[in-house]
């Protein structure tokens, strides 16, 4: 067994009111009923860490669980809830509790917990206990069994931890950290009164029972990159390419099952909130069906779908360059609708809602929304750096292109005129190592500053987008390719997370955008570590780009919590973290 110091404190507001994290061996799945399936928000399988709540835990303190509209359909009905429980210490039989509630308006991403946010409240009649010594998985049960019908629009799933426990003995929730962050998981602490989020997915999920003959399921990504390639979860208005100022285009992946046995006619309508490219002017949902053609063909979305018994696959792309005046307020991350309707009913029979994230230009992924600043350990030792790889299929691959300057994000904490980073690098990709820049001499491609300790690369406050200029270095993707690049920032040795003190690396932690393409290392050692939490903020500049990549907001609220990218692991035996204890005692040693 062993232990992790997490990503779970989160601003000035959060001070020393965290979670506590614990950690078990590796678990199997759970099942789900044959005409049933569980909506989940993680990948079904935990990992064998588990969190607790507030120390004791409080009388109104919450697990949340955010569904999105479009992750239910009007024909859905809510059977059970399952949830992934864990206590490496002695239970005492005390019960959880869980509800359905509503969006609390004043308070968007969190549910409202007055009496006028309930929905429905778990069968009391089948609790669920406390156990000691293990983990195990459960189910909540919704109207006596029969269920209840599934809310359309944004609902949230709670469960309420019994009041109380504290230490060792307390359950807690277990979390899949091996897959990307979906951005579901919530909690509250009712000992302070303080909504936040939890940077992993937890297991806590409904269960529905399908009753639509008819089921959408959509994806929105960037143009496929080769054969076979599903795209990524954002595309590049201006990737250069010897066609134009792109090749890649907003595009949707859509699956439409007919369980009946008879073809019949839908319609198919798709839609994007512009709000976010119009800053307001033209906010809500405006159809954009007939800029769609089909992949291949170019052929636009006929009125009336005929979908045969069985999957009918569309592969669909709006085959335009988006305008400057829209480029010019990215990146941005747009939400889509897709409903699927019967021509002799106004309402949809079933839709989703998704994000698809738009990015200025190739070699600039992050979405321009720094949520976290980040060390690889507290206090940073030379040569900790934190790294993102820019795969050479992401970058123009028909045209050739140059690399003019490289941008970092981050902020100074603690104080003024502080050190900076020690040096960013571009280097291309080990030749033998998986998953690592090439450290050799022969790598490196382009360095600014030095690796002296001296911390010469100066940031400024919260958020701060620093443009190194480099020497223009010339890539023919053609006839003389580079590969895989990197580019990293190695840390000033010193700089501390508690208390907080030095120059941090900005994050874009959301979570339907992430690319799992950033990485860190602990004092330069060849093993470089996938952070699949976040995007680091560092960039690459093509062709004489040198404006700042920010949309002009103000993001210095944005940043909720600070913390190491989870290479923070010290092994142990049954060893408990109180990160309220250990942040409270000035990141000293964490008791058992």
């Not at 109207?143 to 629009?153: D, E, R, T, V």
């Not at 390639?229 to 699956?255: C, E, K, Q, Y």
Request: charged share 20%; aromatic share 10%.
């Amino acid at each position: 067994m062993g232990y992790i110091m997490a990503r779970f404190f989160q601003g000035s507001a959060f001070g020393r009111r965290v979670l506590s994290l614990f950690v078990l061996g590796a678990l199997t799945g759970g099942v789900s009923a044959t005409e049933t399936k569980i909506l989940l928000k993680s990948d079904g399988y935990p990992d064998g860490y588990y969190y607790t709540l507030d120390n004791p835990v409080g009388s109104n303190s919450r697990y949340i669980t955010e569904y999105r509209a479009g992750d239910t359909d009007p024909f859905s009905v809510i059977t059970r809830a399952r949830v992934a429980l864990a206590n490496t210490g002695v239970g005492d039989g005390a019960p959880f509790r869980a509800d359905l509630r509503i969006e609390d308006a004043n308070n968007p991403g969190y549910p409202l917990l007055s009496p006028n946010g309930l929905i429905a409240e778990a069968d009391p009649n089948h609790p669920v206990v406390c156990q000691s010594g293990g983990r195990w998985t459960d189910f909540f049960v919704f109207g006596g069994g029969a269920g209840i019908s599934a809310p359309l629009g944004k609902f949230y799933l709670t469960v309420l931890a019994p009041e109380g426990q504290a230490g060792i003995n307390a359950c807690g929730l277990q979390m899949d950290t091996s897959t990307p962050p979906l951005g579901a998981s919530r909690f509250y602490l009712s000992n302070f009164g303080f909504f936040g989020k939890v940077n992993w997915n937890h297991l806590a999920e409904v269960e529905v029972m399908e009753n639509n003959p008819f089921d959408l399921e959509a994806r929105w990504h960037g143009s496929s990159r080769f054969a076979g390639d599903g795209g990524r979860p954002i595309m590049f208005a201006r990737r250069p390419s010897i066609d134009g100022p792109t090749d890649d285009f907003i595009s949707v992946s859509l699956n439409i099952d007919n369980q009946l046995p008879v073809t019949k006619q839908r319609m198919l309508h798709l839609y994007v909130d512009r709000g976010r490219l119009t800053r307001g002017s033209k906010s809500g949902w405006r159809e954009i069906t007939q800029r769609f053609v089909s992949i291949g063909s170019n052929e636009p979305i006929p009125e009336l779908l005929m979908l045969p018994t069985g999957r009918t696959t569309l592969l669909l792309e709006i085959p335009h360059v988006i305008p400057d005046r829209f480029v010019d307020r990215t990146p941005v991350n747009l939400e889509f609708r897709v409903e699927l309707s019967d021509p002799n009913f106004p309402d949809p029979i079933d839709f989703e809602e998704a994000v698809l994230g738009i990015r200025p230009s190739a070699g600039e992924p992050d979405d321009g929304q720094g949520e976290g600043l980040f060390l690889v350990q507290t206090p940073s030792l030379t040569n900790d750096a934190l790294a993102v790889r820019f795969p050479a299929i992401d970058l123009p691959t028909t045209k050739s292109y140059s690399i003019s300057a490289i941008q970092v994000v981050g902020a100074e904490l603690g104080g003024e005129d502080l050190d900076g980073f020690d040096t960013v690098e571009l280097r291309l990709e080990d030749p033998v190592l998986v998953d690592a820049p090439d450290l050799s001499p022969a790598g490196l491609v382009r360095q600014i500053g030095s690796m002296n300790g001296v911390g010469e690369i100066r940031m400024g406050p919260v958020m701060t987008e620093l443009t190194l200029d480099v020497p223009d270095v010339f890539i023919d993707p053609i006839n003389q390719p580079l590969g895989n690049l990197w580019a990293q920032v190695l840390l000033n040795p010193g700089d501390t997370i508690s208390p907080e003190f030095g120059t941090f690396l900005g994050g874009d932690g959301s979570g339907q955008t992430l690319l799992t393409d950033s990485f860190y290392t602990a004092s330069g050692q060849a093993t470089y570590r996938r952070d699949i939490t976040q995007n680091y903020q560092i960039r690459l500049l093509l062709d004489g780009r040198k404006e700042p990549s920010g949309n002009g907001n103000d993001r210095s609220s944005s940043i909720d919590f600070r913390f190491p990218p989870g290479g923070f692991i010290t092994t142990g035996d049954g060893i408990q973290i109180n990160l309220q204890q250990y942040l409270d005692n000035g990141g000293g040693e964490p008791g058992e």
